[in-house]
């Protein structure tokens, strides 16, 4: 009799049953694990000589996984945060797997066992305001294009939002009157109230004076009125950022992407001194210790807090241990 294979139902069971029904993941995490095992089952497919249909939990061997988390990081030049959010997606298959099928326990721990792979802590690249202002003039605000791009950087910048939060965005998320905010809501669904400045919340009246919206539409939308996506920003950002080079120079050498607005915000919140729990709330992360590695102190903070300190006079009278004879002549007598 033809033994039949366990991984389908199981691969179901853990999107469905699992990740929606138990974790209620949200849809941005199903889409990412969902990416993961597209990638990760066609390459095992291309490796074992079988279509992907006819893959067995068998194949699934830890050392397919180490391959390609190889494959995704050197072959597919993705980073090293790439590559470990694809072992999450992994892991957390054969979590469930566990609890599942007992005979597969001892494949289950031989993957659970690849360890995260560390990356370097480099210190971050931000955007100094004069770059920010050349940046938010680049857009033709006289096209609808260039009106909605303006106001999405600007917002990016007020917020200091996560650009697919601020994609998701909709009007009745904005508060229009005095005192103004937006409700953002980040990852694992932990909803922020963030102020908004008048000149951001006049952008936005503009552009839905132009571009009429429901009160749950998305806001930023495409000449089809379709939601942009964070590729699309990115790719006219990058044009933004090629033609700011003129007037800034210094924008050469950065890499600039929509998460360079909220690291920004925060770098420039500090310089403020704006204190950094408050800065916490404003950016929504849970530890303190995500917030230090982006609000670092600029450039500029630390050079001022250098002149503060004075530097060490040369002194001409000799140290104290050298003037002090009896003290030498007892450590030489030890």
């Not at 680049?138 to 294009?145: F, G, H, I, V």
């Not at 963030?194 to 552009?207: D, G, Y």
């Not at 709330?281 to 600029?298: E, I, K, P």
């Not at 009278?317 to 003290?327: E, I, L």
């Amino acid at each position: 009799m033809r033994t039949i294979d366990l991984f389908p139902g199981l691969m179901r069971a853990f999107f469905y049953e699992w990740l929606v029904e138990q974790r209620n993941a949200s849809v941005h995490t199903v889409r990412s694990y969902r990416d993961t095992w597209r990638l990760f089952l066609r390459f095992v497919a291309t490796r074992v000589g079988k279509n992907v249909a006819e893959i067995a939990l068998a194949d699934l061997a830890s050392g397919e996984v180490a391959a390609f988390l190889s494959h995704a990081e050197h072959e597919r030049g993705g980073t090293i945060g790439t590559r470990n959010c694809r072992l999450a997606a992994i892991r957390s298959f054969f979590h469930f797997v566990a609890t599942k099928d007992p005979a597969s326990i001892a494949l289950c721990a031989e993957i659970l066992s690849i360890p995260v792979k560390r990356a370097p802590v480099s210190e971050p690249c931000y955007l100094e305001p004069s770059e920010v202002t050349t940046i938010l003039a680049q857009p033709d605000r006289s096209t609808l294009e260039g009106m909605r791009d303006h106001a999405l950087l600007s917002f990016l910048y007020n917020s200091g939002a996560r650009i697919q939060e601020a994609l998701d965005l909709c009007p009745n998320a904005v508060r229009f009157e005095a005192p103004s905010c937006v409700r953002l809501f980040g990852k694992g669904r932990k909803e922020r109230i963030c102020p908004l400045w008048p000149e951001t919340v006049q952008l936005l009246k503009n552009l839905l004076e132009r571009q009429p919206r429901a009160p749950d539409q998305r806001l930023f939308v495409n000449r089809y009125g379709e939601p942009l996506s964070a590729a699309g920003v990115r790719f006219k950002l990058g044009g933004y950022v090629k033609a700011a080079t003129d007037t800034a120079p210094s924008l050469r050498t950065k890499h600039v992407t929509p998460h360079s607005f909220r690291h920004a915000t925060a770098v420039h919140l500090v310089s403020a001194g704006v204190d950094v729990t408050v800065i916490r709330s404003w950016l929504g992360h849970v530890s303190l210790d995500t917030t230090n590695h982006y609000a670092r102190a600029t450039l500029e903070t630390k050079r001022k807090a250098l002149e503060q300190v004075a530097a060490p006079q040369p002194s001409k009278q000799p140290p104290s241990w050298k003037r002090d004879a009896n003290v030498l002549a007892w450590l030489d007598a030890l």
